[in-house]
């Protein structure tokens, strides 16, 4: 089989359309979407994309270190390896970059991997769904996510999503339980028959998050995801314990290893699954099949995720058919897009890309354009 003969990457930021927490830089710079866009190329001109993208308001990776790891550190072990030799390619992006408590710079390393199964899909001429044996579903019904400050946005938010055809909604809460259970109740009230989950992505204290599960509960929330901050187990199962509300795990589960831990040690019901959290499809993979084997709730959502990165969580999303709607929320945030059919959201969902690889291509004039204003914007 081919190998890999050369690996560019390209800064791409993307503006968004309304306020989101998670968007917001530094002190004096302007919101953006930051992406690192990933090529690699084998020895005989077959191209595979893939996307890193970094959020530094949620993870502790830029998209400078994005562009610096691959282009010091990991693309130079990578050129010359067989495509297809995955236990290779594992070895070299897991010492290229040691982990700590679980896997090194994940994010980064899932747009490697994205552009990976993009090219090893197009030499075998094979789709997601064909290569994992899974015969999956169509379209992804998306849930509209709902990041306010007051009530009153809130309102707005609601009627902004059903005027786009969105059903659903994820509700961001954390620190202020007072102010969530308003907001979960206003929301319930304006859509009685949407299905609605929370994230506190960390925001809550031991004592709050086990004053407010069962008042989220008795609104009809049928999970809470991330109500700790990840290093807080002792909370965690005392949530569990408790058995108010599911309790979903999100960014504290990076690999298999550490969510086989959890599970045995009785920390969760399930987890929403991250595409780029954990580095990328092979590891989100592994995850939805162990939650599937063991009963456990199956959730997913996305870091803003444009464009390849979308079309990954589309495909292992769609391939292992997700029962409930998808918090993937890049089409109500970002403006613009990379490829030559962009996505866009029909009724509150989405369609699976069908074809070899991850199914999209990336138009390069838009690219380049895209990296000209990403460059004039940061003052270079």
Known sequence: MPAIADIQTWRVDYEPLAYFKFLEGPKGSRPVRPTVVIRITADDGTVGWGQSVPTPRWSYETAESVESTIENY????????????????????????APSFSTGQPICKAGLDLALFDL????????????????????????????????????????NAKA???????????????????????????????????????GYTETDALAVAPKLAALGIPALEQPLPA?????????????AIPILMDEGVVSWIELNEFIQLGLLDGVAIKVA?????????????????RGLLFYA???????VSLAASLLLFGAYELPIPAALNAPQYLK????????????????????????????????LSSVALTT?????
């Open 74 to 97: 990991l693309a130079p072990e990578l050129v010359g390896v067989d495509v297809l030799d995955t236990e290779r390619i594992e070895r070299v992006l897991s010492t290229g970059i």
């Open 120 to 159: 090893t899909g197009k030499l075998l001429g094979k789709s997601a769904a064909q290569r994992w044996n899974r015969r999956g579903k169509n379209t992804i019904t998306l849930s509209w996510t709902i990041n306010v400050r007051s009530l009153s946005e809130a309102e707005q938010e609601v009627e």
């Open 164 to 202: 786009r055809g969105y059903e659903h909604f994820n509700v961001k809460i954390a620190p202020d339980p007072n102010f969530d259970l308003e907001l979960c109740s206003l929301v319930r009230r304006l859509a009685p028959d949407a299905f609605i989950w929370v994230d506190a992505n960390g």
């Open 231 to 243: 290093n807080r187990l002792t909370g965690y199962r005392k949530l569990k314990q408790q058995g």
């Open 277 to 293: 959290r954990c580095g990328g499809l092979t590891e989100a993979r592994r995850q939805v099949e162990m939650l599937l084997d």
């Open 301 to 307: 959502s996305g870091l803003t995720d444009p464009d």
């Open 336 to 367: 613009g897009s990379l490829l030559q059919q962009p996505f866009f959201p029909r009724h509150g969902a989405l369609q699976v890309p069908t074809g070899a690889g991850l199914a999209v291509e990336v138009d390069e004039s838009k690219l």
């Open 376 to 380: 004039s914007g940061r003052g270079s």
